[in-house]
């Protein structure tokens, strides 16, 4: 997957039949939470949309519901097999714990961060995308604003990787950082989330799938 313009996922954990053309008016990829399915695996083999698929994984210490443990791990790279996933989204912390993943070459790695506690300093900010970035094709990076105050210092420091010609995805959850998720692509975010259905969002604050493709639309034409 090409990751030199933006991207918008529509999240999901099923991806029966139904469920890709409802997003494919909108979206541009699936991310599919493979921690919320009960068979992934078997999902993927099933697939035949026309969206290219997003492979996560989610661990529990990050917000996800899948365990920790080398099963985790050994199931996103069985997904990074299927011809329909081109790229799989993993931890940084993972990474610093357990090593690179086995995954092919042509599937983009999507190293992340969330942190659901606050908003780090710039400085830190920096220094997370630079450690995902060094690991993955795209450094992602979601922080929780607890005021408006904290939007700046991201918006900030997305624009200067972005002019550096890096890949990184940006975005604050909670409320008062909401509007981020439709801004930071001003600011050369490469990726953002919303649901496929908004009963099931996968991250606070995330917009429905149709109103995010539109604001980004008027406001940031892809």
Known sequence: MDFGSFVLAASTADLADATEPAAR????????????????????AAYDGDLPVIATNRVDWEGGDAPDGPERIATLEQAAEYDAVAAVDIELEALRKGGNLAIPSETAQIVSVHDFEGTPAPSEQRALLTAALDRGDVGKLAVTATDPEDVPGLLSVTREFAKAGKAVATMAMGEPGRHTRVITPIYGSRIGYAPVDPERATAPGQYTLETMATLIDHLSPR
């Open 25 to 44: 008016t909108h979206a541009d990829a699936v991310e599919f939470r493979m921690d919320r399915a009960d068979t992934p695996l078997e999902a993927l």
